[in-house]
């Protein structure tokens, strides 16, 4: 299996058809969709692998914040989509992708994720300190997942807001 490599040598095009083979066009529809809207993936965390010029996976990471009902503001990374074509699941390629992406972060880096507790339980995900957390739109508590310095405390996960001076 070939390095990641930066998503962004990636023609958006090409992402956007391995996000629909791997999860729909009904994707964008998703409360994970919400969570980040009106950002930008984070370069230095989004990854791809390639296979014989061919996309076969793909991590994004996004900036995301913890506003609490006092007002506080904790930020954080929200990791996903990890995508895999759907020829090549099973090999690892998830894997791998988190693995980048979380080295990349560090491990005390404060990320957070919709997805399932069995699978991202092995990269040191758990809902241990998110029972609080809200998100805007439907989702499953216990799907609710974070790892490093993430506070534990309640508040609405929504997209990080930019105060430009």
Request: with cysteine; glycine share 12%.
């Amino acid at each position: 299996m070939n390095d990641p490599i930066p998503l962004s040598q990636v023609p958006a095009d090409q992402v956007d058809a391995l996000l629909d083979a791997a999860f729909g066009p009904e994707r964008r529809g998703r409360t994970a969709y919400r969570v980040r809207a009106g950002t930008d993936a984070i370069d230095e965390l989004s990854f791809a692998l390639l296979a014989d010029e061919r996309l076969i996976g793909s991590i994004q990471c996004w900036p995301v914040q913890l506003t609490g009902a006092d007002g506080s503001v904790a930020p954080l990374v929200m990791v996903g989509p990890v995508a895999v074509a759907p020829d090549r699941q099973g090999e690892g390629i998830g894997r791998a992708l988190m693995a980048r992406a979380i080295g990349a972060a560090g491990r005390d880096a404060p990320l957070m994720l919709i997805g399932d507790p069995e699978y991202y339980g092995r990269f040191g995900f758990s809902a241990d300190r998110t029972g609080g957390w809200r998100l805007p739109g439907p989702y499953e508590q216990r799907r609710l997942l974070a790892m490093g310095a993430v506070p534990d405390r309640a508040g609405m996960v929504a997209p990080r807001v930019t105060v430009t001076a």
